[in-house]
């Protein structure tokens, strides 16, 4: 099963940026596709950034325009680029492999640690 480590979170400002990293273990990661999940104090899971193998992006309406999803398959890692951060981004940070469904991309396999992202207004 393949094991993803997450980092790059940290405390900013409302409007500066962060990148996160997403590392996976195995020689699979090319073919899979990926999702950038966070979760926030009293909220569910949500799915904010996806990658799909062939490289193919999608954003949840609330990051759209803020975030960027990019992927390095020779070094087994998905970033997340975000930028003009908001209050309203703090969150723990998860990646996670994707499968479709008919309800869209689904996680699949185990969760890292995630990575706490905090913005201050």
């Known amino acids: 099963q393949v094991q993803f480590v997450e980092s790059g979170g940290g405390l900013v400002q409302a409007g500066e940026s962060l990148r996160l990293s997403c590392t996976a273990s195995g020689n699979t990661f090319s073919f899979l596709s990926i999702g950038w999940y966070r979760q926030a104090p009293g909220k569910q899971r949500e799915l904010v950034a996806s990658i799909s193998s062939g490289g193919t992006k999608e954003y949840d309406d609330s990051v759209t325009g803020r975030f960027t999803i990019s992927r390095n398959n020779a070094e087994n890692t998905v970033y997340l680029q975000m930028d003009s951060l908001k209050s309203e981004d703090t969150a723990v940070y998860y990646c996670?492999?994707?499968?479709?469904?008919?309800?869209?991309?689904?996680?699949?396999?185990?969760w890292g640690q995630g990575t706490q992202v905090t913005v201050s207004s």
């Open positions: 996670s492999e994707v499968r479709p469904s008919v309800r869209g991309w689904v996680p699949y396999g185990s």
